[in-house]
């Protein structure tokens, strides 16, 4: 029991040292900072505090709050406590810098952090898709650091361009692993977008909203409703119809998606049929 006392005592005595004790945090919405002082790991809660990197006072071993924003050489002091890891920026996630992106060599990820697949940048100022920068590794949270000066900038253009272009495969020498599963992912996330809306286009000429789609047969499974009436139709890449959910005596192919919906809704319930 003793000791115990003891114990206590000397946590006592530390958290009150805390107090006014001042420090450099990056902050993620929410505004939690988790730290080592003396020995305790304290995780506080900052009040005010805004997404950023800032300098901020410690009230208690729980609260901290915000005094100013960092200065460069105090950010830069931070980010070198950590080490470095080269990344391919993919897209935003949200207002807040945080994006998505893809080690610019995979296996190093692996092996120095056990890290892999899309990760999270946090903290990115001005980024674009494929930029290389340079991120810093805190446990499993990646600070982004600077952009990478070892990286060829007309490369990334290129791949925005090709991107831009639909170009299922970009015609841009020396890419690099991860830069080559940035692009391969991106193609295949506009090329889902573009057809989302062109059948959301399509479907708004009929009156009618997407529920959802799917590839099937070499074409697209498309669920769609007007009002409470939902329907089921298959059509090509290029909108036409390859079968309409109700009986048209092989005449199917006559219409596209945008056509198709007035002549569904106008057919009587014996002439449907409804593909679980």
């Known amino acids: 029991m003793p000791n115990l006392h003891k114990l206590i005592t000397t946590f006592a005595r530390a958290e009150e040292a805390l107090r006014g004790q001042e420090f450099v945090a990056p902050l993620l919405r929410g505004g939690r900072a ?3 002082v003396r020995g305790l790991v304290c995780e506080l809660t900052v009040a005010g505090a805004r997404p950023g990197w800032w300098r901020c006072r410690m009230l208690d071993a729980q609260r901290a709050e915000v005094i100013d924003e960092a200065m460069p050489w105090q950010r830069s002091d931070y980010l070198a406590l950590w080490q470095s890891l080269r990344l391919v920026l993919l897209h935003p996630l949200g207002e807040h810098g945080d994006w998505a992106a893809l080690p610019l060599n995979p296996s190093d990820a692996w ?9 999270v940048a946090r903290l990115v100022e001005n980024g674009q898709p494929f930029e290389r920068v340079i991120a810093r590794v805190e446990g499993r949270t990646l600070w982004y650091d600077d952009p990478d000066r070892r990286a060829d900038p007309a490369i ?3 791949l925005r361009a090709a991107l831009h272009a639909e170009q299922a495969a970009p015609n841009v020498a020396n890419l690099s692993p991860g830069e080559q599963a940035a ?3 991106l ?3 506009h090329m889902r977008d573009h057809t989302e809306q062109r059948l959301i286009d399509a479907l708004a000429i009929g009156g009618a909203r997407l529920v959802g789609y799917e590839a099937a047969d070499g074409g697209l499974r498309v669920t769609w409703a007007r009002g409470t009436e939902r329907n089921v139709a298959l059509v ?10 109700i009986c048209l005596s092989g005449q199917d192919e006559r219409f596209d ?3 198709i919906i007035g002549v569904v809704a106008d057919a009587p319930q014996f002439a449907r049929w409804y593909d679980e």
Do not use: N
């Open 257 to 259: 998606l945008a056509s």
């Open 187 to 189: 193609a295949r996330q």
């Open 156 to 158: 990334a253009e290129s």
């Open 183 to 185: 692009y391969a992912l």
């Open 34 to 36: 988790r730290l080592r």
């Open 236 to 245: 090509s890449t290029s909108m036409d119809v390859v079968s309409a959910g």
């Open 111 to 119: 092996q120095r952090f056990g890290m892999r697949g899309p990760l």
